[in-house]
């Protein structure tokens, strides 16, 4: 079953440039989508598409078959995003008062936004730090906490934009192994990354963009072949014969 259907998705910003052109695209529910692409392919601006961060210029985006337009609080609970710069979306003076940002935004009790906060700092390790500075915590504590944020909210699909931008081996290790857990607890992941090495072993689809359109489509083994002629790094492995295995291994 899907839980993403895009329809002729077309935008353009305000100086005439073109973002997306015409995509049309569906992920089903449960799935591990990988999206990549050169610099301005339009991979933020689509993922901005699926919870109604960017109004569309033509097409339309459905989650489980109703248009993120007509339902933007539906939509923003429904796909939770990550972005790339953590110090971004932290708001609270605590670990937790910035946790249960989102949960207070949609008006929930206090004791379901209690219990959803807790165990999404549980989730991702952080639940001992609940009384601390958001902004004493490392980088990757931070991205954590910025998905613990995300998971309050119980979203169904959960986006993350460069989660592994300006991180070391340990905090990209941390990272990706939420990511794999979350996957495996039955939510939709869809990643945007510059460098594939660290996430592919992980997908079971490549999708890659090019000024705005699809480019490539498919199993990440067969699209990955395809990845340099479109501006995405090819990872090592898969330059020598290889495949490419999991960082957590």
């Not at 961060?53 to 489980?64: C, E, Q």
């Not at 249960?100 to 999404?120: D, Q």
């Not at 991180?167 to 996957?183: E, M, T, W």
């Amino acid at each position: 079953m899907n839980i993403i259907e895009i329809s002729g998705l077309s935008h353009s910003y305000a100086d005439g440039h073109i973002g997306l052109q015409q995509i049309n695209l569906t992920i089903a529910r449960g799935s591990f989508v990988v999206l990549a692409g050169a610099n301005g392919a339009g991979k933020s601006t689509l993922l901005k598409h699926l919870n109604g961060l960017l109004k569309p210029l033509a097409g339309t985006v459905r989650l489980n078959g109703v248009p993120v337009e007509d339902d933007l609080l539906r939509a923003r609970r429904m796909v939770g995003m990550v972005f790339q710069d953590a110090d971004s979306q932290i708001v609270g003076e605590t670990v937790y008062d910035d946790a249960a940002f989102g949960p207070e935004n949609l008006n929930w009790p206090r004791e379901k936004i209690t219990e959803s906060v807790a165990a999404a700092l549980d989730l991702v390790g952080l639940e001992a730090m609940a009384e601390r500075s958001p902004h004493l915590l490392s980088g990757g504590e931070k991205r954590r906490l910025a998905i613990a944020g995300v998971l309050a909210m119980q979203p169904e699909v959960i986006v993350l934009d460069e989660p592994f931008a300006n991180l070391d081996y340990d905090g990209v290790r941390q990272i990706l192994a939420q990511i794999v857990a979350l996957h495996k607890a039955g939510t939709t992941i869809i990643v945007c990354v510059h460098d594939l090495e660290k996430v592919l072993a992980h997908a079971d689809r490549l999708i890659i963009l090019q000024e705005g359109r699809i480019a490539a489509d498919g199993p990440p083994h067969q699209v990955v072949l395809e990845a340099e002629a479109y501006g995405v790094r090819l990872p090592a492995a898969v330059r020598l014969g290889g495949v490419v295995e999991s960082w957590l291994r």
